[in-house]
């Protein structure tokens, strides 16, 4: 019998006999060739080292017991108890393809996200959209506070933020708190004394208005993803339906915050003769890419969730693990860095027991909270189309010119459509002809009815870089129509989402448009820490400089 090779030997004690030697006979001959080819070039620097790895891939020993315990995941067992849950609920509707309009629109698993009573205008003309979409007819919920005076000129309208409902103050119909409860009120800065106070949720929402939740009269079943395409300025025009209906010819001033306050500022491009007062807080006059990259990676998180089914998940089990990751990181954007190091710093919520991979640290619970808490409250394509009008938004010149164009094309091809039916079935109307007839669709190019300042001309020079002190041109043409209308611009310093120089460049460009009637605040960072939601929460400063610019 040939000798083992004393090296070969040497490398063999470091196993234990019981588990270092293969089973399989083939397996000890190839690794034994293997070895006594090493052995025999003891001078090949590669030989050895082929040989070092070879003696070094066998199997761990398995000795019937791990060697740490198994970490438990209890944010995970919870995502998959409340789908069983919703499971089990979805089992006792009907399909969602069923083209039945008299399904209740709540039907399924999903919730209703309904936020309490409400009014309801029902628009049956069609509304034709930015990029060429038809709502053939749609509702508004919508809530009010004060009385209308004689003369309907105390009108403020209210927009909401993106997630927000109508319901902004207690009513009798529905006493919970509103989402700016302390801000209107008597004596409040919208103070229901003086004003009458609209608001309503917006068009693609999902607490009572017309959104992909809703039923299409062109068939019966949900829009889902067959919603078209929205913009601000849609959402703007489908409120002013709601004011023609209500008798309000013109507003004491339009209002609102983040999302809102892009809304105040397009309600006053639009019908610039409609709006005395413009208040635009936390709000921009064009999207980002800060603020465009986390809503896309907000939306993205959200489709990425098997459950949400290309938007078709009515009466299924909806993708609220998505809605809660969506949620989780919009809430970052939300909040500011100086206030969480004050709020929880590097705190564990339980420093006795180990680190674990589910929330840990303060500031996870705090977001793990807030996702739990929404994410079966909104609807989940309400918030992919809602948030995709946000990032679309831009008051610059050059898009308003692109968007009318666009409108006039659609038109012109609606008009068409209405007179190739009509030739068909005379004496007919289409909802798309109706669409295209609407006055307030602003469907033709604008004529520049203002006479431009040397300082508006347009320029060859480089646009602006974000955060300069000059705003673009095409900025500053853009918000022209508001040169006559007295505007509030409040930004907060510790606002991550809508930075502190996006107000400036709103402030800058009215006043270089030629108003003289800009009031430009901004909140430092010593001053408030809430960063955007700030708006929401001090009623001393952002509702003290609202207060004061409404009186």
């Known amino acids: 019998m040939r000798a083992t090779p004393r090296s070969l030997v040497a490398s063999l004690r470091q196993f234990p006999p019981s588990t270092s030697r293969p089973t399989s006979r083939h397996a000890c001959t190839s690794r034994l060739a293997t070895s006594s080819r090493a052995v025999s070039s003891p001078r090949s620097p590669a030989a050895s080292s082929h040989a070092s790895r070879s003696l070094h891939t066998y199997h761990p020993r398995h000795s019937g017991a791990a060697s740490n315990p198994a970490m438990a995941f209890p944010c995970l067992d919870a995502l998959e108890t409340r789908s069983a849950n919703l499971s089990a609920s979805a089992a006792s509707f009907p399909s969602s393809s069923s083209s039945s309009s008299s399904r209740p629109s709540g039907a399924g698993p999903e919730p209703s996200y309904t936020a309490g009573a409400t009014q309801d205008y029902h ?58 409860e302390k801000f209107i009120g008597p004596g409040r800065p919208l103070d229901t004394n003086r004003f009458f106070v609209v608001c309503t949720n917006v068009i693609g929402g999902c607490y009572g208005s017309t959104g992909p939740g809703s039923i299409d009269p062109g068939n019966g079943e949900r829009y889902a993803t067959r ?31 983040s999302m809102g306050g892009m809304q105040s500022l397009a309600a006053g491009v639009l019908f610039p003769n409609r709006v005395r007062r413009i208040a635009s807080i936390s709000g921009c006059a064009r999207s980002h890419p800060y603020s ?17 089914n290309r938007g078709f998940y009515y009466g299924r089990v909806p993708p609220h693990a998505g809605m809660k990751l969506a949620r ?38 705090y977001l793990d909270h807030a996702g739990e808490k929404w994410c079966l409250t909104y609807d989940p394509n309400s918030l992919l189309y809602v948030s995709k009008a946000m990032d679309l938004f831009d008051l610059g010149i050059e898009n308003q010119r692109a968007t009318a164009s666009r409108r006039a094309a659609r038109q012109e091809q609606l008009l068409k459509q209405q007179q190739q039916q009509q030739e068909q079935t005379p004496g007919t109307t289409t909802t798309a002809a109706a669409a295209a007839a609407d006055p307030t669709c602003s469907l033709t190019l604008p004529s520049e009815p203002y006479q431009e300042q040397p300082s508006s001309q347009i320029s060859d020079a480089p646009a602006s870089p974000p955060g300069s002190s000059r705003p673009p041109e095409d900025l500053i043409r853009g918000l022209a129509p508001l040169r006559e ?3 509030l611009v409040m930004g907060v310093a510790s606002d991550i989402l809508f930075p502190a120089w996006q107000q400036r460049e709103i402030a800058e460009a009215l006043r270089l448009g030629g108003n003289r009637n800009v009031t430009h605040m901004e909140l430092s960072e010593e001053t408030s ?7 929401l929460l001090d009623l001393d400063h952002v509702g003290g400089n609202l207060r004061m610019f409404l009186s």
Request: aromatic share 10%; proline share 8%; net charge negative.
């Open 123 to 180: 628009c049956t003309q069609p509304l034709l959209l930015d990029w060429g979409g038809i709502l053939p007819e749609f509702h508004i919920a919508y809530e009010t506070w004060g009385t209308l005076n004689a003369d309907r000129s105390n009108a403020i309208l209210l927009h909401t933020g993106l997630s927000a409902s109508s319901h902004a103050h207690s009513t009798e119909a529905n006493p919970s708190p509103g989402w700016w």
């Open 227 to 257: 919603f078209p395409i929205l913009t601000m300025d849609d959402m703007v025009r489908a409120q002013f339906r709601l004011l023609d209906h209500l008798n309000i010819d013109q507003l004491y001033a339009s209002v609102g915050s």
């Open 292 to 308: 465009i990259a986390m809503r896309h990676t907000q939306r993205q998180v959200l489709m990425m969730d098997p459950n949400w």
């Open 328 to 365: 989780e990181i919009a809430t970052v954007t939300y909040r500011s860095g100086p206030e969480w190091e004050q709020r929880f710093g590097r705190r564990r919520a339980d420093p006795s027991k180990p680190p674990a991979l589910c929330p840990d640290f303060l500031i996870e619970t």
């Open 485 to 487: 209308i007295p505007t």
């Open 529 to 535: 820490l809430f960063g955007h939601d700030t708006f």
